[in-house]
């Protein structure tokens, strides 16, 4: 190809895309994208994650996987449909990303072709040291003066980031079950030991369990079920603080 046929094939690229980014009003009006920060090199998990949605929400996502094939030439009509939604598909990732990304990769053909090449851009250089922060988040992590809610809130979201960095094939389903049972495991340890000293008999009862219960069952039947305020415990309708915690004496003091 010529330079002029080149240039000339890169402006129509750039006017396609441009001509679609009127469309994109919608894309941007979304709830979802509420919850997109642009991908800046730093966040492709979280990124990827929040796009698919919003993607799927504007019923384009084979325009991502492949599965949305481009129809024959000799069907004009269909081509050209199929050629205005890949445009608004690619112009909807390369606008939630930072312009000096997002230029990158406007050249490239397909929706596909820009979600397959930033992939390799950017899901294996950040896994690594991601998996890394996160995991010593999480081993670091007390629930100290929050609510439990809060606390267990958190180390979900970390939990639900991990899953996604690091997504495994299984040939063997029952080796897949065991390996979540494992994990499911090390995530109560995790949660117990941060908890607060008061929630000691909480977390005594959890681990005298067997088997051991889900994290979900750990929060919602465990905690929920023992009515605390802070370090007040509750007894006969009652919430009740060691006083010696508040005056320095140690007999018991209802409060309301």
Known sequence: MSMDAQRGSNHERVSEIQSSMGSVGAFENSLLHLTVEKLNGKNYREWAQAIKLIIDEKGKLGFLTGETRRPPPTDVAASQKWRSKNSFTTSCLIHSMKPSIGKTYMFLLTAKNVWDAIWETYSDDENASQIFEIKT???????????????????????????????????????????????????????????????????????????????????????????????????????????????????PTGCN
């Not at 100290?144 to 958190?154: A, I, M, N, Q, S």
């Open 137 to 251: 988040r999480l081993w670091q992590m007390k629930q100290g003066d929050r609510e439990v809610t809060e606390y267990y809130t958190e180390m979900l979201g970390l939990w639900q980031v991990l899953d996604l960095s690091c997504e495994e094939e299984w040939e063997c389903m029952k080796d897949n079950v065991r390996f979540k049972k494992k994990m499911e495991n090390k995530r109560v340890f995790e949660f117990l030991t941060g908890l607060n000293r008061e929630l000691d008999d909480v977390r005594s009862r959890v681990l005298s369990r067997r088997p051991l219960p889900s994290i979900r069952e750990v929060f919602f039947e465990d905690l929920s079920s023992k009515k605390t305020i802070g370090s007040a415990k509750e007894h006969e309708g009652l919430y009740y603080f060691d006083e010696i915690d508040v005056l320095g004496q140690s007999s």
